[in-house]
C-alpha cells in the first residue's frame, strides 16, 4: 500500500497537481497552475513520508515478528499514514487552519486504530 501511495503522489507532482504554499526554499518549484511565484513540492514531501518512510516502518515491524498478532500492522498503517497526512499537509494550500479536511479525516482515524490495537 505505501509503494501505491508513494507512486501516486510522484504522478501528482508530475502532473502539476496538489502543490503547496509559496516559498522561498532553495528546492521550491514553479508549477504551471500555481501562478509564476515557486512553491513547496508537498507531492514529493508526502510521497517520502506516506510512501517510503511508511513503508520502512511497516517493513521493519514485519521482520521484528509483528504479523503474528493480528491487527498491528493495519493499526500501524493507520497510524503512520493519519501522522504523514497531518505534517504532510503542512505546507499544503488547505491547511490554512487546523480543520483542514485532510487533518479532519486523519483524526478520525483513531477509533479504527484503537479497534484494530484490541484485535
Keep these: 500500500m505505501p509503494i501505491g501511495l508513494f507512486f501516486g503522489r510522484i504522478a501528482n507532482f508530475i502532473n502539476g497537481e496538489l502543490f503547496g504554499r509559496v516559498t522561498d526554499v532553495p528546492w521550491a518549484v514553479v508549477f504551471p497552475d500555481g501562478g509564476p511565484l515557486p512553491r513547496h513540492p508537498s507531492q514529493l514531501y508526502e510521497a517520502l513520508c506516506e510512501g517510503l518512510l511508511l513503508f520502512l516502518v511497516l517493513?521493519?515491524?514485519?521482520?521484528?515478528g509483528l504479523r503474528r498478532h493480528p491487527g498491528v500492522l493495519s493499526g500501524l498503517f493507520l497510524a503512520g499514514y493519519a501522522v504523514a497526512r497531518m505534517?504532510?499537509?503542512s505546507t499544503s494550500i488547505s491547511s490554512?487552519?487546523?480543520t483542514a479536511t485532510s487533518r479532519r479525516l486523519s483524526v478520525s482515524r483513531a477509533p479504527?486504530?484503537?479497534?484494530l490495537s484490541a484485535m
Excluded at 479504527?112 to 479497534?115: A, E, G, L, S, V
Design 96 to 98: 490554512k487552519t487546523w
Design 59 to 64: 517493513l521493519i515491524a514485519e521482520r521484528s
Design 87 to 89: 505534517s504532510g499537509d
Design 112 to 115: 479504527q486504530i484503537r479497534w
